[in-house]
Antibody, heavy 121, light 107 residues
Framework: EVHLVESGGGLVKPGGSLRLSCAASGFIFNGYNMNWVRQAPGKGLEWVAHISGSSATTHYAESVKGRFIISRDNGKNSLFLQMNSLSDGDTAIYYC??????????????WGQGALVTVSS | EIVLTQSPATLSLSPGERATLSCRASQSVGSHLAWYQQRPGQAPRLLIYDASNRATGIPARFSGSGSGTDFSLTISSLEPEDIAVYYCQQRTDWPVTFGQGTRLEIK
């Protein structure tokens, strides 16, 4: 059974940094592209970043480009999101999600339960 | 950026009724459109991919249709557990984008 479990969320001050992790199990991790998607309190879904199975390709939303870095460690079945220069607008639940096998850019067929990131002074 | 516009914003129906949710794209996305269900307090769940294909384990009462710029998600007979926000998503081009969501309420 596919499982995705995020960790590393918490409270951080504006301008600070945080690193999210996502532990994957139940599938051949290096065979799948992975994404981060976020959801601000009471708002809709916003795609954040994408990484290919081999890490050769990454893509970012304009709102996080230059501040966030998506990466993965296929040997440890783990996905990461390094978030720098955080601001209030980055406050959200961050979900890691698996891209369906033949999907390229999507769809996202499995999601974690989410990690809450709160940016506040 | 491809903008997805969902309508209506909120839909209130009774159990057993048919629900039709719409998603319109600002430019053609072919059939590269997915639908997700997000129940209160839960992560999103994939319902439909490539416009009309049900994801694994999704009940047959959920169906998707459309191509190009106009898409629909239909729930043939509402169940109480269908209370959720439904999002469409396109994967034709970067950035991947979501619609703003339709909230489905059960009377």
């Amino acid at each position: 059974e596919v499982h995705l479990v995020e960790s590393g969320g918490g409270l951080v001050k504006p301008g600070g940094s945080l690193r999210l992790s996502c532990a994957a199990s139940g599938f051949i991790f290096n065979g799948y592209n992975m994404n981060w998607v976020r959801q601000a309190p009471g708002k809709g879904l916003e795609w954040v970043a994408h990484i290919s199975g081999s890490s050769a390709t990454t893509h970012y939303a304009e709102s996080v480009k230059g501040r966030f870095i998506i990466s993965r460690d296929n040997g440890k079945n783990s996905l990461f999101l390094q978030m720098n220069s955080l601001s209030d607008g980055d406050t959200a639940i961050y979900y890691c999600a698996r891209v369906r096998a033949d999907g390229g850019r999507g769809p996202l067929d499995y999601w974690g339960q989410g990690a809450l990131v709160t940016v506040s002074s | 950026e491809i903008v997805l516009t969902q309508s209506p914003a909120t839909l209130s129906l009774s159990p057993g009724e048919r629900a039709t949710l719409s998603c319109r794209a600002s430019q053609s996305v072919g059939s590269h459109l997915a639908w997700y269900q997000q129940r209160p307090g839960q992560a999103p769940r994939l319902l439909i991919y490539d416009a009309s294909n049900r994801a694994t384990g999704i009940p047959a009462r959920f169906s998707g249709s459309g191509s190009g710029t106009d898409f629909s998600l239909t729930i043939s007979s509402l169940e109480p557990e269908d209370i959720a926000v439904y999002y469409c998503q396109q994967r034709t081009d970067w950035p991947v984008t979501f619609g703003q969501g339709t909230r489905l309420e059960i009377k």
